[in-house]
């Protein structure tokens, strides 16, 4: 699928990676629905996205909440006309330890709603997202695809229980849409990537930031660029469906 006039939405729009994959996306041609719950941080992406002579429309939602997200998938196929592409991007984090141990004896726990509050935006969200972007699709009669963010902590990190699970869940869910949805002309991808050289990144501690690079081979994050580099590829290569691309830099965490 090539890019030029295709219609692509983006959730977590606003600002990092979404917004690098979304910029680099409208600089090949594509006209771009930016999703996130930020009003005013979607409506300064906009502005800036305007310059590459695309369409872009943005829309405030929680993708969390069902009824929004339907809401927001139809309004975008009726102004849009149509709908390729879905960028799955929305995503938070709250990490901790499973327990905390002192003298031998229990003090803390990750609590419940530490853990369900990644859960529901990570993969709840992605999948509300995927659903009616799918639903669109197909009531459009437009070939898609939909591309998920998964993340090399899919594989177990330390302090992260509720992040590997739910990153691991995308990249399932990723191969199980590959095969319900390819009768409908929908591929479907995902990108696992190590940590990026975002807004966030340049928050961790040096020392934490040193620790994670010692296990990079190419000893270096990830730029922004690269990320919606490997997400172009999947748009573009129709033979690319159901499968997760790893970009970590030969990282094993």
């Known amino acids: ?31 771009l629905a930016l999703l996130d719950r930020q009003e005013q941080a979607l409506a300064d992406a906009a502005a ?25 998938f139809a309004a975008i196929a009726e102004s ?31 609590s419940l709603e530490q853990f369900q509050s990644v859960l529901n935006v990570n993969v709840t ?9 799918a639903t669109q699709m197909i009531n459009t009669g437009s070939e898609g695809v939909i591309i998920n963010v998964s993340s ?7 302090g992260q229980t509720n992040y590997s699970a739910s990153k691991s869940a995308v990249a399932t869910m990723t191969v199980s849409w590959g095969k319900e949805l390819a009768r409908f002309g929908i591929r479907t991808g995902c990108v696992a990537p190590g940590l990026v050289e ?9 020392e934490m930031r040193e620790k994670f690079l010692s296990t990079v081979p190419l000893r270096r994050l990830a730029d922004p660029d690269e990320m919606a580099h490997a997400v172009r590829f999947i748009f573009e290569n129709d033979y690319f469906t159901g499968r997760v ?6 990282t094993r965490i």
């Open 1 to 31: 699928m090539q890019l030029k006039d295709k219609v692509i939405a983006v959730t977590g729009a606003a600002q990092g990676l979404g917004l690098a994959m979304a910029e680099h996306l409208a600089a090949h041609g594509a006209h």
């Open 198 to 206: 975002t807004a966030m990144a340049a928050q961790m501690r040096p």
């Open 125 to 133: 969200g992605t999948f509300l997202c995927g659903r009616e972007a």
């Open 80 to 110: 849009f006309g149509a709908l390729h592409g879905l960028i799955n991007s929305a995503g938070i984090m709250r990490d901790g330890l499973l327990l905390k141990v002192k003298d031998g004896k229990v003090v803390d726990k990750m």
């Open 152 to 158: 090399v902590s899919r594989a177990g990190n330390m």
């Open 245 to 250: 691309l790893e970009l970590d830099g030969g």
């Open 48 to 72: 800036a996205l305007q310059s590459h002579g695309v369409k872009v429309q943005t829309y405030a939602l929680d993708v969390t909440n069902e009824q929004q997200v339907e809401q927001t």
